[in-house]
């Protein structure tokens, strides 16, 4: 074979990578995750129960023996002022356990990140990635106890109907947010800050009990707290009560989102490529 020729097979053997549209890049890492989780459903069932359990228990129990709020100038009872809470908080937590636990993991025991660098795949790619995994896993436990509000009837608004694109933009907010967070942790025992964090914003997010139960700068506080706004927001879709403070919550949440994303692939840069 002449010289020419084997340039020629060479060139034409030659394939040539080009880098995957966001969209496509996003796709593929869901995909995967897909894949990893499907035969781990349970884990998915686990994360459903817990607030159907708090709903059952305090919603109904301790509703029992408490008469109903208000909401917007609308007096509900304390299992319909529980419920839209706990599909906050469901959200809330499985976005924060699959960006969290999991990506952890990922970045520092298995290493796969940097084996996904190895491919046409960016920091931003994976970034993307994992925070829309994280988005879905904690929207699939909202979604579900979503269904369970509606069978019990719980739900007493058309408005309802965007409770699940609010769900949606929570396990956004606290997915890209919590793996941010998960970038400057050195071993295990930083979990344990995780949880200093994760139980009280689950417990004095005005979950249980309204906000106006606080006074002065702790009402201020809680207010500002991302699970509030996500716990109000779902309140008043579900109550039908919407107001200016929905649209407040909406881009409260949009921005975190968005700041978290932000975060994540620079951390990516700085801990995957230098």
């Known amino acids: 074979m002449t010289a020419p020729q084997t340039t020629q097979l060479l ?70 002022f529980v419920a839209p809470g706990m599909l906050a908080a469901s959200a809330f937590n499985g976005a924060l356990l699959d960006s969290t636990f999991n990506v952890f993991f990922k970045l520092k025991y298995t290493k796969l990140y940097d084996q996904m660098l190895a491919t046409p795949l960016s920091t931003g790619d994976i970034a993307r990635g994992e925070i829309a995994w994280g988005q879905l896993r904690g929207s699939s436990y909202a979604a579900m106890f979503l269904v369970v509000m509606l069978a019990m009837g719980l739900i007493e608004s058309w408005w309802a109907v965007l409770a699940l694109p609010a769900v949606l933009l929570i396990g956004f907010a606290f997915s890209a947010v919590c793996m941010a967070a998960t970038t400057w942790m050195r071993n295990f025992q930083d979990f344990d800050k995780i949880t200093l964090v994760q139980l009280p914003l689950f417990l004095f997010s005005a979950t249980f009990f309204p906000v106006d139960t606080y006074s002065g700068p702790v009402r201020w506080i809680v207010e500002c707290t991302p699970l509030y706004r996500g716990v109000v927001l779902c309140r008043e879709l579900t109550t039908g009560t919407v107001s200016v403070a929905s649209a407040v919550s909406v881009v409260y949440l949009l921005v975190m989102g968005v700041v978290g994303l932000m975060v994540v692939r620079r951390r990516l840069d700085t801990l995957l490529l230098t």
């Open 11 to 80: 060139e034409s053997d030659t394939t040539q990578v080009h880098p995957l549209g966001p969209g496509a890049a996003t796709g593929l890492l869901v995909l995967r995750n897909y894949v990893v989780y499907r035969d781990a459903w349970k884990l998915f069932i686990t994360g459903f129960l817990e607030p159907v359990f708090y709903l059952l228990s305090i919603g109904i129990g301790v509703g029992a023996l408490v008469e109903g709020f208000e909401v917007g100038g609308k007096e509900v009872s304390y299992a319909t």
